[in-house]
């Protein structure tokens, strides 16, 4: 299916301003994926779309309305959608290639983009999410209108492998798992060894993309928490130094790896400014 088969939730009753949902599934390249839109009432037509991409544990739920705060605020349509074996969408096949990445950034995503019918993405992603939205900039360059990476990665360092490390020998991951079952459901387990199993492979690289920032020419926004356990601010620094077109950065103080959240009314203001001037 080109535009998706609807799940059949469109949200009756929302509060005034609210967007409206949808709920679908989207045949991407032979992968069948949860979505969600998101239509604003009064969006311009020729409006780019929010595109969501989340962290490498993360759902459409995980979110907890930041798509939706995001979307209205801006009066932009957005697109949510669960990546391979996350959530609603098909499960992973282990074990996971080093380039998966890669190949979600330059296979998945476009195919995704078409089926969904988004023509001109502001790409928003979180973690794992902002390194595809980052690396499909790269590839793509004339594509997207804008992309915000949020807490991304483009090397791998030792803080990251450490963080991982920890949260799997932490004596609460059983407990951690069973709070992601609620999203994930039966799929939770392969999506946990996904993450730390592939990451934590000796000689793992498939965050690198150094050599592609000077390729990225969409208007970029890089926000960090000051405090994040998976990545210093050398990961900013890098994308500063790197990319060809215009760039701004945050590092927000006293704030970890999930800056939509934990600083969400600061991370919707700084977005706004940056869309909002772009248009």
């Given at each position: 299916?080109?535009?998706?088969?609807?799940?059949?939730?469109?949200?009756?009753?929302?509060?005034?301003?609210?967007?409206?949902?949808?709920?679908?599934?989207?045949?991407?390249?032979?992968?069948?994926?949860?979505?969600?839109?998101?239509?604003?009432?009064?969006?311009?037509?020729?409006?780019?779309?929010?595109?969501?991409?989340?962290?490498?544990?993360?759902?459409?739920?995980?979110?907890?309305?930041?798509?939706?705060?995001?979307?209205?605020?801006?009066?932009?349509?957005?697109?949510?959608?669960?990546?391979?074996?996350?959530?609603?969408?098909?499960?992973?096949?282990?074990?996971?290639?080093?380039?998966?990445?890669?190949?979600?950034?330059?296979?998945?995503?476009?195919?995704?983009?078409?089926?969904?019918?988004?023509?001109?993405?502001?790409?928003?992603?979180?973690?794992?999410?902002?390194?595809?939205?980052?690396?499909?900039?790269?590839?793509?360059?004339?594509?997207?209108?804008?992309?915000?990476?949020?807490?991304?990665?483009?090397?791998?360092?030792?803080?990251?492998?450490?963080?991982?490390?920890?949260?799997?020998?932490?004596?609460?991951?059983?407990?951690?798992?069973?709070?992601?079952?609620?999203?994930?459901?039966?799929?939770?387990?392969?999506?946990?060894?996904?993450?730390?199993?592939?990451?934590?492979?000796?000689?793992?690289?498939?965050?690198?993309?150094?050599?592609?920032?000077?390729?990225?020419?969409?208007?970029?926004?890089?926000?960090?928490?000051?405090?994040?356990?998976?990545?210093?601010?050398?990961?900013?620094?890098?994308?500063?130094?790197?990319?060809?077109?215009?760039v701004e950065t945050h590092l927000i103080p006293a704030c970890g790896h999930a800056p939509h959240l934990e600083a969400m009314a600061r991370?919707?203001?700084?977005?706004?400014?940056?869309?909002?001037?772009?248009?």
């Amino acid at each position: 299916m080109s535009q998706g088969e609807r799940l059949g939730h469109v949200s009756p009753d929302s509060p005034p301003g609210a967007p409206q949902s949808e709920d679908l599934l989207l045949d991407a390249g032979g992968l069948r994926l949860r979505a969600g839109r998101l239509t604003p009432a009064s969006a311009p037509a020729e409006a780019p779309t929010l595109v969501f991409l989340h962290e490498a544990l993360g759902s459409i739920g995980q979110w907890k309305g930041f798509p939706e705060e995001l979307a209205a605020g801006l009066n932009l349509p957005a697109l949510v959608y669960e990546r391979r074996g996350h959530g609603g969408s098909a499960p992973l096949t282990l074990p996971r290639d080093n380039g998966y990445l890669r190949q979600e950034a330059e296979t998945v995503l476009p195919a995704v983009l078409a089926a969904a019918r988004v023509e001109r993405p502001v790409l928003v992603g979180h973690s794992d999410g902002a390194t595809i939205a980052l690396m499909f900039a790269a590839a793509f360059p004339r594509l997207p209108a804008a992309c915000v990476a949020l807490a991304p990665h483009v090397m791998v360092e030792e803080i990251t492998l450490a963080g991982i490390r920890a949260a799997d020998a932490e004596p609460g991951a059983t407990e951690i798992r069973r709070r992601l079952a609620r999203y994930h459901g039966g799929k939770t387990e392969d999506l946990w060894r996904a993450w730390t199993e592939t990451w934590l492979r000796p000689g793992f690289d498939g965050c690198e993309m150094r050599a592609d920032l000077s390729r990225i020419t969409a208007p970029t926004l890089v926000i960090q928490g000051a405090d994040d356990a998976y990545g210093s601010p050398a990961q900013v620094e890098e994308i500063a130094g790197s990319v060809a077109g215009p760039v701004e950065t945050h590092l927000i103080p006293a704030c970890g790896h999930a800056p939509h959240l934990e600083a969400m009314a600061r991370v919707i203001a700084a977005i706004h400014a940056f869309v909002n001037i772009r248009r």
